[in-house]
């Protein structure tokens, strides 16, 4: 069993780790981090965890956004120049979507989807 802070475990073969327990949807997370050799590492606690945590959620909300609403893979060309260009369309996208967002306008990025093509 994991405790609510953390676990420090030996791996065979490939040596310590951290596990950290996390709750979501009524459902248990574990997560294992791994840093070699660095000081900072014996003081890694479980604020600690919960920063990273936040901060790899963020950076997937930004995918999941980029593919769902300003659909990066959606495209029907095959030069590279207007890959580039599509892409950086798609990006340029969610850096206004995320704009209106801050400033209040809406709510957030799929709440304009799903308004988008109503009557």
Aim: glycine share 4%; with cysteine; hydrophobic share 35%.
């Amino acid at each position: 069993m994991i405790p609510k802070d953390d676990l420090c475990v030996y791996l065979r073969g490939f040596g310590i780790v951290k596990v950290f327990r996390k709750g979501l949807k009524d459902q248990p997370r574990h997560y294992a981090l791994y840093q070699s050799n660095d000081p900072a590492w014996a003081t890694f606690d479980r604020e600690a965890f919960r920063n990273l945590h936040d901060q790899h959620w963020q950076i997937e909300q930004y995918h999941r956004t980029l593919k769902q609403v300003c659909h990066v893979e959606h495209f029907q060309i095959r030069q590279p120049t207007a890959i580039r260009n599509h892409v950086f369309a798609a990006i340029c996208g969610d850096v206004q979507l995320q704009r209106l967002r801050i400033d209040d306008v809406i709510c957030n990025c799929y709440q304009l989807k799903r308004r988008l093509f109503n009557g």
